[in-house]
């Protein structure tokens, strides 16, 4: 994996983990 790939996967993540919590949290 390249850097980039790995920083577009991270940034995907934490995208993905914010969205979880505030569907949550309603």
């Known amino acids: ?3 980039m ?3 577009a ?3 995907y ?3 993905l ?3 979880l919590a ?3 949290l309603k």
Request: glycine fraction near 0%; proline fraction near 0%.
């Open 9 to 11: 996967l991270l940034h």
């Open 17 to 19: 983990d914010r969205i």
């Open 1 to 3: 994996l390249t850097d």
């Open 22 to 24: 505030m569907l949550l």
């Open 13 to 15: 993540l934490v995208r």
């Open 5 to 7: 790939t790995t920083r």
